[in-house]
Each structure stands twice: as structure tokens, then as C-alpha cells.
């Protein structure tokens, strides 16, 4: 399952986000891929819903895969110790030329 | 309605239709306003309204029968416009309480969340923490034994608001039932990850660290938190205290690794959250070596003016913008040889 994720994700936007993410039916060994290279800015309530969704997709046996993290969003994931236990695609990683 | 109403109302519209002046109008406005804090509603207007033209036009055919039935028509029509005003007033009134019920919460949660600067020779302390909204979602965490260690934590829960500060009781009450100063900062991490694990999706980032008077060491831990910064004042230079640890709540068994510094007075250790590091400052966020510069610009203050001093070059730095986070800075340093 491919999913776009774009625009600023914070306690404003992070709540439809949310209900979204709740929305996707994981099943067993599914392998779902967030793409993030749209995502202008996010900030620590985005981060939870993410880890939130990370959660959710193991439990139910799934795989998450991020992919198109900024350079600055990198550092977010990287900082918060996530990307040591999310799957993160370096590949594609779009260049970062304006602020996540 | 009062007759009171009805006859200013009628001399007001009877002076308009004479002379339509703006001064006439003028009065008429200051006059709904009186009557909408007398919780006059839109229908009661028209009625009275009706019932003026009918006084001013006595005993002359101006004011027909159509006219009349017109203005009953328009009566009935406004009294859906009439409940929504009642509903917007009871909303209105439901947030006042609602915004008092959350100055208590905030209340409730400054005195449930009270800690005090340790003090020990050798190190002072200054601190500041300031919350975007009502409730703050950073937490800073003290315990001393006055004799040889003090513990710091600083915490920053995921997300804002209520749900944030009700999380951080949790926080302290582990810290409290650890509570040791000597404790390991992973060992201390290690525990607070196994309580906040098994809360719903509430995660928390957060540093702790432990000062040793004896040995001048600082040994800290990170649970995916914000770098802190320590200072070197023999070359007057800032080093990230690197660390990496995972976000608390994340994982059921985590162990997150601490490492230790060896302080010399004058160097200061400093602990923040990303309310200062993603603080705006026109279209971009705060560059690290604008931060250090500040730092560096108040460096012979007393750490908590220090504190203050960053807190009010930042509130500068984004004019005076509303916070977009939780804002939380913290100063160690060692005074002593």
C-alpha cells in the first residue's frame, strides 16, 4: 500500500492525519510505504501520529516504510532515536533546499 | 419587553423617518446595542418595531394591513435567527467556563508538578520554562542530596495541550519513586520507558542527567531528546553532548545508553527542548550558531538569568510571535575549582 503524505503536519493538521492513518486496514505482512517528500514542515504532535501508525502497523504484523524524508525531517527522526527503529528509505531522498 | 424600550425605540424610528440624518442613525445603533445586552431577540425587534410604526402612523392610511401582515411574516421568519444568537450567547458562556475550568487544571498541575532547585556547592542552576498554551507540555524535574549529586531531567511530551500536561505526572511520579539522586540516568530512562509504554500512544522525549560534586562529572541520557549543549569555558567553544537514545514509550524494552563529561568550572551544561531550536525566526527556524552566539553573549550572567536572557532574545528574535511550542531552557554550571 502507497501512501502521500504532503503540506505541514502539526497539532492542527496532525489530527485528520490521524483518522486517515486510523482508517488503513493492516493486514498480516503488508507492507505499507508513507511517502513524506511533500511534507513542507512537521513537528512533534505529527511525530507522534507517525510513531502512533508505526505502532499500529506492527501489531497487526505489518511493515512501514518512510520514504522522501528533508534533510531537516531526517534529523527530527534521527534526533528522536525513530530512525534507528523505523524503516527509512534513503533512496529518493529529496535534497534539501527549503525547511521541512 | 418593557414599555420603557417601546417608547425610546418609537421616538428613535420616529425622529428617522422625519429627518434621515446620520446622527438619527447614529442613535438608533448605540440603542441595539442596549438591546442586545438586554437579550432582546431579533423577533421581539420587529414586534416592537411594528407596533411603533403603528403608533407613529395613527389614524393616518400609511400603514397598511399589508404592511402589518408583512412584518408578522418577517417575525415568525426571524425567530430561527433568534435561537442561534440564544446558542452562540450558551456557547459563549460554556467557553468562559471552559477557559476557567483550564486555569484551574493549570493551577492544579503547578502545584502537582512543584519541584525545587536543588543547592549544592560548586554548581548553580537557573532555569526557564514557558508554555504555548494554557498547559505546559515540558516538564523540568530536580532532586538533590545537598551533599554530593543532583539529578535534572527535562522532559517534552509528543503533541500539545491537556492530554500532554496529564502525562507528565507520570514522569514525575516515577522520577519520585526512583528517587535517588545517585540513580543511573539509564537506569532511570530505562524504568520511565516501561511506564509510559503501556499508556496509549503518549510519547515522550526526554533528557536526564546527573551532576557529581566529587568527581565533577556529568553523566547524562537521552530518550530521543534535543541535544544539550555543553560549554567549554577554557576555549569558550559549545559541544552537542551526542546521544542515542530512543523517544520513551516507543518500544517495550529499550536500554538507552548514558556517557559521562568531566566538567572545569566555568563549563556549562545546557539542557532544552525543541520549543527553542524550532523557534521561527522570519521564514526559517533558529540556526544553532545563532543560538550558541546568544549563549555565549550572556555567559557571565548567573545561570538563571541567563536562562531569562535567551527566553527574551528568542521572544525578540520571533517579534514577539505567540510560542509554537513549549519552550523550556536549562543552565548548569560548575562555579567551583
Redesign the interface.
Known sequence: MLSMVSGEVD?FTAPSLREELLAVDIQEDMLVELNLSEVSYM???G??VI??F??NVTANKGRLVLVGLSQRLQRLFD????S??IHIEKEGAVNDHE?I | MTNEIKKQYTMLLGQYLQYQTERNLYLGQNFSRRLVQKDITPEEVISIHKDSLAEIYEGSEEFTDGMKNALDFLTEFMIQYGLALREHKILLKNQEEMDHELELAANVQKTMLKTTIPTIDGLSIGSISVPARKMNGDYIYYQGDSKRFVGVGVADVVGKGIPAALCMSMVKNGLDTLGQPSISPSYAMDVLNRIVEKTDNMFISMFYGRYDVVQSTFTYCSAGHEPALLYRAKDGKFIELESEGLLLGVLPDVHNQERSVQLAKGDMVIIMTDGVTECRVDDRFLEKSELTDLIFKHKDKIPQQLAEAIFHEIEKLSQFQNLADDLTFVVLKKEDD
Open positions: 497539532a513537528d512533534s504532535t511525530l507522534g510513531v502512533a508505526y505502532k534526533i528522536t532515536g525513530l534507528g527503529v525547511r
